[in-house]
Structures are given as structure tokens and as C-alpha cells.
């Protein structure tokens, strides 16, 4: 049972236009979302964080938006540039105050073209 | 800072067979945990260390076992390897108060 969907398995954008990576959660529990960056032959990376009492979180070119209501979260990249590709991972945990497991979507492969 | 550390890089074994996984945290990190990575499945949770004890567990079946040392090094072991335990293992630690994972590159299993 996949409780955090990633529906899109890719995305191509062109340089300097926005990315928009959707993600889906089923577990109501869920209260502190995470999306990460991964490089090939690297290790993801992370990108930016959202608590479930706020509904927006900007970091740089970087937003994620999330929808309670909907169980729908979203990163928001503008603007998009090359070096941004890379796959995407989004992560919903409940959050104790202390690490614990993170359940991860199956990840978007972005594209940014010039 | 260093980053977190995991060795080999690549590992090939054959059925029936065991491994054992190595990790080194960032410095002044005591939280380390492990997910398991295959194309589709994305990252799954496996089991987390904190202080030499597993604070969480996933739910991957017992020939999946790790521990952590007392300077928060871990290892993880698989036993009895199956051909669908190949998979890319990734590291990551955390300084043990929040949901911030540093991974690192990970080791690719093959397993024949």
C-alpha cells in the first residue's frame, strides 16, 4: 500500500519556466513533509520541509504548498534551471520531535531543457 | 564536515549468501538509518539506530538485521540473500532531535 504517491514519473520543463512536482499521501497521521533531490550515484538531498500547521513554505526559488483537506502537497521551483534536474522525492512522516522512518513516494524524474 | 559515509560502493553476491553494509555518520550525528531503494518502489524504510539501540523498525522480514556502535557507526547485515534484495542501500543520519535525513551515496547490491 503505497501511502505517499507520486503520479507523475516525470516532468520536462524549459529553463526558466516553473516546475511543479505533485504528491499525494493516504495516512492522515502524516504531519511534516520533506522533499528531496537525487543526482545519479548520489544520495538524496535535502531540498525544503513542511509542517502540517502551515500551508506554504518558501526557501529561495523553492515553495511547497500543501493542501490538508486534499492530502496533496506540491514543490513549486521557479525558475527552473538546469542544474535542478535531478529526481524528486517526496516524504511524509508523523513528526515526534526526533528522527524517525520517513515514507517516501516513488519519486519524478525532472527535466530541465534549455 | 565530513559527509556520511558508506562502504563498499558496489558489492555482487550470489543466493544464499550474506552481507554486511557499512555506515559512518556525520560527526555528532547519533541517529542513523537505512532504506532500501528499487526502481519503482522508491525509498523504503528499513530500521533506525539511535544510541546503539533501534528506535524504529520497518517492515522488512528478519534477515534484514543492523546495529550501531557506540562512536554511532552502524552496520547492516542481510542474510540468506534473495534475488530481489538487489537493490541501492542508502545510509543516512541525523543529529537524532529532527526529521532532517544527510544520506549518503549508498551501496549498490547485485545479487546472482
Known amino acids: 500500500d503505497q501511502q505517499v504517491k507520486q503520479n507523475s514519473p516525470s516532468l520536462s520543463v524549459q529553463e526558466g519556466r516553473i516546475s511543479i512536482l505533485n504528491c499525494d499521501y493516504t495516512?492522515?497521521?502524516?504531519?511534516?513533509f520533506l522533499w528531496y533531490k537525487k543526482y545519479p550515484a548520489e544520495g538524496p538531498t535535502f531540498l525544503i520541509s513542511?509542517?502540517?500547521?502551515?500551508d506554504k513554505n518558501e526557501d529561495g526559488r523553492f515553495t511547497v504548498f500543501l493542501n490538508k483537506s486534499a492530502k496533496h502537497l506540491s514543490l513549486h521551483i521557479v525558475p527552473s534551471q538546469p542544474g535542478d534536474s535531478a529526481v524528486y522525492f517526496c516524504?511524509?512522516?508523523?513528526?515526534?520531535?526526533?528522527?524517525?522512518?520517513?515514507?517516501f513516494g516513488t519519486g519524478t524524474r525532472l527535466q530541465v531543457t534549455l | 564536515k565530513a559527509g556520511v559515509t558508506q562502504t563498499p560502493r558496489y558489492l555482487i553476491k550470489t543466493r544464499g549468501q550474506q552481507v554486511t553494509l557499512s555506515c559512518s555518520p556525520i560527526?555528532?550525528?547519533?541517529?542513523v538509518s537505512w532504506y532500501q531503494q528499487t526502481p519503482g518502489q522508491g525509498l523504503q524504510f528499513l530500521f533506525e539506530?539511535?544510541?546503539?539501540?533501534?528506535?524504529n523498525k520497518g517492515n522488512f522480514p528478519g534477515r534484514f538485521s543492523g546495529r550501531q556502535f557506540s562512536n554511532s557507526r552502524s552496520e547492516m547485515n542481510v542474510s540468506t540473500l534473495e534475488l530481489g534484495d538487489s537493490a541501492l542501500y542508502l545510509c543516512?543520519?541525523?543529529?537524532?532531535?529532527?526529521?532532517?535525513?544527510?544520506f549518503g551515496s549508498g551501496t549498490q547490491l547485485s545479487v546472482l
Open positions: 560527526s555528532g550525528h547519533r541517529s
Open positions: 495516512n492522515s497521521m502524516f504531519d511534516y
Open positions: 543516512a543520519s541525523s543529529e537524532g532531535s529532527n526529521e532532517k535525513l544527510f
Open positions: 516524504a511524509a512522516t508523523r513528526f515526534t520531535g526526533t528522527a524517525s522512518k520517513l515514507t
Open positions: 513542511i509542517s502540517s500547521i502551515k
Open positions: 539506530y539511535f544510541s546503539e539501540t533501534q528506535r
